[in-house]
């Protein structure tokens, strides 16, 4: 069965930089697409970047383009975060699901698993 683990999440300044981690296991992913999602508290979850795992082709929220980096290697999906602002404290979760069906990468329904997710917190 498919498992995701994030690390990597911390207490940083704004202006700083982080590096997420995602270890996925159960599966080859060959035919996955992966995600990067965060939720705050009191909002609904968020879409913040995708991978598609055979050909990596990606797709950034418009707060995360330019900042963040999103790759992946081997089994384990990155998510680099540059330039923090305090508006990106948030839990943040990484998703697999498979590549075919209606939905665009940007949407939870297109994800079948998710890890617990990593607390990020940026400080002014």
């Known amino acids: 069965q498919v498992q995701l683990s994030e690390t990597g999440g911390g207490l940083v300044q704004a202006g700083g930089s982080l590096r997420l981690s995602c270890a996925a296991s159960?599966?080859?992913?060959?035919?996955?697409?992966m995600g990067w999602f965060r939720q705050a508290p009191g909002k609904e979850r968020e879409f913040v970047a995708a991978?598609?795992?055979?050909?990596?082709t990606t797709y950034y929220s418009d707060s995360a383009r330019y900042r963040f980096t999103i790759s992946r290697e081997k089994n384990t999906m990155y998510l680099q975060m540059n330039s923090l602002r305090p508006e990106d404290t948030a839990v943040y979760h990484c998703?697999?699901?498979?590549?075919?069906?209606?939905?665009?990468?940007?949407?939870?329904?297109?994800?079948?698993?998710w890890g617990q997710g990593t607390q990020v917190t940026v400080s002014s």
């Open positions: 991978i598609r795992w055979t050909g990596g």
């Open positions: 998703a697999a699901g498979w590549q075919s069906g209606v939905y665009t990468d940007a949407v939870t329904e297109a994800y079948n698993y």
């Open positions: 159960g599966d080859s992913f060959t035919n996955y697409r």
